[in-house]
């Protein structure tokens, strides 16, 4: 009988250590996920707005979707002018026009324009792009907005019962740059 009464009490030992550590573990693996997944996120935004204020400087608006913004990224040129001259000196003032290729530019920053619509550590989701024009102070501007949602890319950690770790935590936040009811390409993460 004593034999039976230490084996039990040794399986609700080890069953009692197993919960233990398995509870200080989950919160360290969440936030670790977390930081990993949301600084990829954040990092293909940050190059996805390079791409946009690119697009915008060759066509002067904002891209509406990604294939128009890798088909114009990848066969257009910025035009760069330089002016020739002082006009406080009175000379002559000249312009130089120099054409460079969007596409090289783009790819010296590590750009890539086949992947960069997809949402790091999803099966090829795309993020949401959206571009328009809106009334801002009685001017008309073009407005971006770019981002997803973070159930998408944060995959098991997706369930609000992490939230318990962390009290800012919400699966369901919309993490973004740009703004479509005004002239502004800040991100919210």
Do not use: C
Request: proline letters at 3%; zero cysteines.
């Amino acid at each position: 009988m004593r034999i039976v009464i230490n084996i039990v009490l040794i399986l609700i030992i080890a069953v009692l250590g197993y919960i233990l550590v398995d509870s200080i573990r989950e919160p360290i693996e969440f936030k670790a996920q977390r930081d990993i997944r949301e600084g990829a996120v954040t990092a293909k935004l940050e190059k996805i707005r390079i791409a946009q204020e690119s697009f915008r400087d060759i066509t002067g608006k904002f891209a509406h979707d990604f294939d128009t913004l890798q088909q114009v990224l990848s066969t257009e040129d910025f035009k760069i002018v330089s002016i020739l001259g002082d006009i406080d000196a009175d000379e002559e003032i000249t312009y130089d026009t120099t054409l460079v290729s969007a596409k090289d530019s783009i790819m010296k920053l590590g750009i890539n324009l086949d992947s960069l619509s997809y949402i790091p550590f999803t099966n090829k989701k795309q993020f949401e792009i959206k571009a328009d024009t809106v009334t801002y102070q009685a001017i008309l501007v073009y407005v971006t907005q770019v981002g997803t949602n973070r159930s998408n890319y944060m995959g098991k950690y997706a369930d609000p019962k992490y939230k318990r770790y962390d009290d800012t935590y919400d699966p369901n936040k919309f993490i973004k740059f740009g703004d479509m009811s005004k002239p502004s390409l800040a991100g919210n993460w």
